[in-house]
């Protein structure tokens, strides 16, 4: 899905045992959590699996489409 985004989307995945420190940081409960950062910034997040749709409304917020 975020490969959809044609680069105005960058992931990356981050694992939490292995990065406790980001973890506890962003306060990650459960897993998957998945954080949208801007500017270092955490402007939304979501936790658990969501389904295509969700995660393409999910994208679209956040580049404004």
Do not use: H, R, W
């Not at 409960?29 to 999910?58: C, H, M, R, Y």
């Amino acid at each position: 899905m975020v490969a959809k985004q044609e680069g105005k989307v960058l992931m990356a995945k981050v694992d939490i045992d292995d990065n406790t420190d980001l973890a506890i940081e962003y306060e990650v409960s459960a897993v998957p959590t998945v954080l949208a950062i801007k500017n270092g910034d955490v402007v939304d997040k979501f936790v658990g699996i969501k389904d295509e749709d969700q995660l393409e409304a999910f994208l679209k917020k956040l580049i404004g489409c």
